[in-house]
């Protein structure tokens, strides 16, 4: 299966229309045959933001190429007339041990770290919104806690 549209009919086949409609990103088009289901956004990779409890409770976008905007773009259906993403500290999938966790900017980069560390990896939206991660970390009750934020940390407000 290929191309938004095939993805979005499989996940309504699987999960129903009334849930996939209340999902970030996914809009409404009109075409040849009429309105169609389909995913906003630019071409790119894919990647869902999770809460703790594993919701996914935003769908963000590696675009392939920047363009305006930068590299990586929250999907949204608010400009027709759906929901936007929630602003949330995003929370890999894991099952390992919770003593250590690490923070990082980024969801990409929160994945990836988790899964090639063995240590959880918070990912922010940005180093400003670091708040975010304050009730996670209470119900996590971590020992430690390690920062990775990118270089550019001490200029971002």
Not at 115 to 120: F, H
């Amino acid at each position: 299966m290929v191309g938004r549209y095939a993805t979005i009919k499989h996940l309504i086949h699987q999960f129903g229309q009334d849930l996939i409609t209340k999902v970030p990103g996914i809009i409404t088009k009109r075409g040849e045959y009429g309105d169609y289901l389909t995913l906003a956004g630019a071409p790119g990779l894919l990647v869902p933001a999770r809460c703790a409890d594993g919701r996914i409770f935003g769908l963000s976008i590696r675009c392939d190429g920047p363009g305006d905007g930068g590299r990586y773009r929250w999907l949204s259906s608010k400009h027709h007339g759906g929901p936007g993403p929630e602003m949330a500290v995003h929370v890999p999938r894991f099952d390992g041990g919770t003593h250590t966790v690490r923070i990082t900017e980024g969801l990409l980069k929160a994945d990836v770290a988790t899964t090639l560390s063995g240590t959880l990896t918070l990912g922010l939206p940005g180093v400003a919104s670091w708040k975010l991660c304050l009730p996670v970390l209470e119900q996590i009750q971590p020992g430690t806690i390690l920062l990775a934020f990118d270089a550019d940390w001490r200029v971002s407000t």
